[in-house]
């Protein structure tokens, strides 16, 4: 029989949260999984820096120009280097990726939010791991879609 399967978004404001890595190793304990790691509070203060508009839409942050998605992406796959080392030394086995597609050559930045729903047909089971304080909009956000746990730390 196949092993299950787990995708956890992990926002960018959680990546060194002990609790976080003790509910990683808890769940790819039951389950292949996947980890999809975020970065918008990092990503905003970086264009805030280059003096880049900061825009949302109804998918997420809105970029103008090529530079713009390269800095995300370069943010996040920062990310996803710490995060994916510091689990392996943990003892932690996971594949980890970032929400970014690149459709015949062209980038396309997902919002982790909507990137877990792209993948919802696929997994067994769904995590978004979020602030405290960002737990009850998620909570609201996901509530029809049973295969998604949302986790506040």
């Known amino acids: 029989m196949a092993r299950k399967t787990a995708l956890i978004k992990i926002s960018g404001d959680l990546l060194s949260k002990k609790e976080v890595i003790d509910k990683v190793r808890e769940i790819s304990q039951k389950y292949f999984t996947v980890i999809t790691v975020g970065g918008g509070t990092q990503i905003s203060e970086a264009f805030q820096q280059k003096g880049f508009a900061i825009k949302f839409g109804p998918l997420g942050r809105e970029t103008d120009s090529l530079e713009e998605k390269q800095l995300?992406?370069?943010?996040?796959?920062?990310?996803?280097?710490?995060?994916?080392?510091?689990?392996?030394?943990?003892?932690?086995?996971?594949?980890?990726?970032?929400?970014f597609v690149d459709i015949a050559s062209v980038l396309c930045p997902i919002n982790g939010d909507v990137f877990v729903m792209a993948a919802y047909l696929g997994f067994d089971k769904l995590y978004i791991f979020t602030l405290k304080d960002r737990e009850k909009n998620k909570r609201a956000e996901f509530e029809k879609y049973s295969k998604v746990e949302i986790v506040g730390f």
């Open 72 to 99: 995300a992406r370069d943010i996040l796959e920062k990310n996803q280097m710490e995060i994916q080392d510091f689990l392996a030394g943990e003892g932690i086995a996971v594949t980890v990726i970032i929400p």
